[in-house]
């Protein structure tokens, strides 16, 4: 799906239903950093056939969506806030790493833009290993290879992609690697910076749904817990043992699953 925002083109991926002629709640799908809509694969089409409108949208500069790239979750989130008004309703937004922080943020402050949040991946702070951003800043493949082995629990390493053939840690690499120069980097900055979750948190009057990775090595389940313990709305907290930081990719039935609970309450 192609469309226009802010004068600027946007890319996202519908699961293949057309939006044309439906009237069903629209599920967007954030992606985290230097990655894109495809993440999201096993879930998309699930929730298009599934009482929803699904985009999983490429952010600026990610994907094929034109740029520049936003440099701070607080300005991801504001680009999520123009998005709802062009389609002219609240969405229910799904966010992993630092689509979780934009997810987050957005739902704190503009809540009027959003039905439901949920977040995977996501931690109070995200500070960078300094090898990483240094590598990222440097559009260095060693980037890649860090979030690849980080990203992904101990059997994830062994295999497991649902798509027979497919290697999961390969396809992960692979498409970090893909993503315009500079990205990355712009990404993890945005995610080490971003101060901003607690209070985004205290602010949320929407349903939250918690989907974290037990074995996750980039955001430890134990730095999502000040969030889980400030948010006072509707909230439930999943617990996925043996995954990684990469749960859509990692877990995608239960993922997919839980969202659909989640969103249909």
Same mark, same amino acid.
């Given at each position: 799906m ?6 600027? !083109? ?6 293949a239903?057309?939006f044309?002629g439906r ?8 992606h985290g ?6 993440v999201?694969? !096993?879930q998309?089409?699930?929730l298009?056939?599934?009482?929803f409108r699904?985009?999983a949208?490429d ?15 607080? #300005?991801?989130a ?7 008004d ?8 799904v966010g992993?790493s ?7 943020h ?11 949040v949920s977040l995977l ?7 960078v290993?300094?090898e990483l951003?240094?590598?990222? &800043?440097?559009?260095?493949?060693k980037?890649?290879q860090?979030i690849t082995?980080?990203g992904?629990s101990t059997?994830?390493h062994?295999?497991?992609n649902?798509?027979?053939g497919?290697? @999961? ?6 498409l970090? *690697?893909?993503?315009s120069?500079g ?6 900055m945005?995610?080490a ?6 209070g985004?948190a205290?602010?949320?009057?929407c ?7 037990? *074995?996750?090595?980039m955001?430890?389940r134990k730095?999502? !817990? ?5 948010v006072s ?5 999943? &617990?996925?043992? *043996?995954t990684?930081? @990469?749960?859509?990719? #990692? *877990?995608p039935d239960?993922?997919? !699953? ?5 969103m249909?309450?």
């Open positions: 192609l469309f226009s925002l802010n004068k600027k !083109q946007v890319h996202g991926a519908t699961g239903v057309s044309e009237s069903e709640p629209i599920v967007v799908l954030i950093a230097g990655m894109d809509r495809s999201w694969s !096993q998309t089409r699930f298009a056939h599934h009482g699904a985009l949208v952010l600026p500069e990610h994907g094929h969506s034109e740029g520049p790239a936003l440099e701070s979750v607080a #300005e991801l504001k680009w999520i806030v123009d998005l709802a062009y389609f002219g309703e609240s969405l229910h937004l992993h630092m689509g979780a922080l934009v997810a987050l957005t739902a704190g402050y503009h809540k009027n833009s959003v039905s439901s991946g996501v931690g109070a702070s995200m500070p290993h300094p951003q240094e590598a990222a &800043d440097a559009n260095d493949v980037a890649a860090l082995s980080w992904h059997r994830h062994l295999g497991n649902p798509t027979p497919l290697s @999961m840690t390969g396809g992960t690499q692979a970090i *690697e893909s993503a120069s990205v990355l980097g712009i990404d993890l945005a995610c910076t971003y101060d901003g979750a607690l985004s205290e602010q949320i009057e349903p939250i749904l918690f989907l974290l990775g037990a *074995e996750d090595k955001t430890p730095t999502a !817990q000040p969030l889980i313990d400030t709305s509707s909230k439930s907290v999943i &617990d996925l043992p *043996e990684g930081h @990469m749960v859509m990719i #990692e *877990e239960r993922v997919r !699953q839980e969202l659909l609970t989640h249909s309450n």
